[in-house]
């Protein structure tokens, strides 16, 4: 009785495009991420890239930010690079349950 509850839903706007590798490099290391596996996943984000439209496809290019589409780790990856946002917001409002679901941020709070 007498509580409340809001929610709030934060769409991340382009959220996979502007991951910056070197980003995840830092964050994985200070989290303890296995270093093997995302060397190995940020190589292949590095992979040259081409954008095909028609019959026209334009010159390689390797990319510095971004997680591939369709990667299996993306949503991992997503969650790797907000850890510390995520646990700041957490430790300024202790009553906040934040969940971090594909390109989007969700967060509840309740109490009185």
């Known amino acids: 009785m007498g509580e ?7 769409d991340i706007r382009k959220a996979y495009d502007n991951i910056k ?11 303890a991420f296995p270093l093997a596996i995302l ?20 010159t ?3 990319p510095t930010k971004s997680i591939a589409a369709g990667c299996h ?6 969650r790797l690079s907000l850890v510390d946002e995520i646990d700041d917001m957490v430790h300024s409002c ?8 594909a390109d989007d941020i969700q967060i509840l709070i309740w109490g009185k």
Do not use: Q
Not at 73 to 78: P, R, Y
């Open 94 to 101: 202790p009553v906040a349950i934040p969940a971090v679901v």
């Open 4 to 10: 409340a509850a809001a929610g709030l839903l934060i």
């Open 21 to 31: 590798h070197g980003r995840l490099w830092i964050k994985g290391r200070k989290h």
């Open 39 to 58: 060397r190995l996943l940020i190589v292949i984000y590095r992979l040259p890239r081409v954008i095909r439209l028609g019959g026209i496809a334009t």
């Open 60 to 62: 390689p290019c390797k």
């Open 73 to 78: 780790w993306a949503d991992l990856m997503m």
